[in-house]
Structures are given as structure tokens and as C-alpha cells.
Nanobody, 127 residues
Framework: QLQFVESGGGLVQAGGSLRLSCTAS????????IGWFRQAPGKEREGLAC????????NYAPSAKGRFTMSTDAAANMVYLQMNNLKPEDTAVYYC????????????????????WGQGTQVTVSL
């Protein structure tokens, strides 16, 4: 089963930072629309950021804009999410996924066109 592998989560105090990583061994990330998402207990999955297939556009959800930065490393087949000034409400399991719907740019809204979901990485932000 094709899927991403996320890592980099952990326990951090409010105001701290984490960098999440996402990779896959069975396919290349370089030509795909990739998104970062999270899901907190009892809540729906939320989109945070996405990058277009030609890497010319990165879109952020309001909850991520100004604090989170998405980047890629094609040579390493990696995608990253740098998260700064973390808040307790950022506590969730974080995932990456590929959007297989051909489009210009990308959308941060998770939908049926998103595939290759990994197991996620837990981020816990304490007061």
C-alpha cells in the first residue's frame, strides 16, 4: 500500500517549534501536489498547507498562516512543515497526503482526491 511516512512530532511547550517531515519510499513526491493536515481528538481533519505540483505556489489555512512554513527537498524526496509559536490548540496528529486531482495550484481542504495517507505524527503542545 502506497503511503507517506510522517515524523518529527513530539511534546513541546507553548511558544516552541517543531519541524515535521514527510517522505515516501515507493514513489517520488516531486511531481505531486502535497498537503499537510491535522486531526485533533473529536474533531474533523483540518487542512493546513499545500504545495502545487510545480512548486510555484504554497497555500496556507488561516490557522497556519504566519506560524507554519511548508517546504520541500526534491533530492531527499522530503516535504517539511516548520511550525513556530506553537499553541495548545495545535495539539493533534499531523499527516501529509497527495492530492491526485489535476489542478493549477493546490487546495488545503482535505477531500476524496487526497491519497497515500500515512500513520501521522503526534504533536502535543503543553502550557
Amino acid at each position: 500500500q502506497l503511503q507517506f511516512v510522517e515524523s518529527g512530532g513530539g511534546l513541546v511547550q507553548a511558544g516552541g517549534s517543531l519541524r515535521l517531515s514527510c517522505t515516501a519510499s515507493e514513489f517520488t513526491l516531486d511531481d505531486k501536489i502535497i498537503g499537510w493536515f491535522r486531526q485533533a481528538p473529536g474533531k474533523e481533519r483540518e487542512g493546513l498547507a499545500c504545495i502545487s505540483s510545480n512548486r510555484d505556489r504554497v497555500n496556507y489555512a488561516p490557522s497556519a498562516k504566519g506560524r507554519f512554513t511548508m517546504s520541500t527537498d526534491a533530492a531527499a524526496n522530503m516535504v517539511y512543515l516548520q511550525m513556530n509559536n506553537l499553541k495548545p490548540e495545535d495539539t493533534a496528529v499531523y499527516y501529509c497526503a497527495a492530492d491526485l486531482l489535476p489542478q493549477f495550484g493546490c487546495t488545503v481542504i482535505p477531500g476524496t482526491s487526497h491519497h497515500y495517507w500515512g500513520q501521522g505524527t503526534q504533536v502535543t503542545v503543553s502550557l
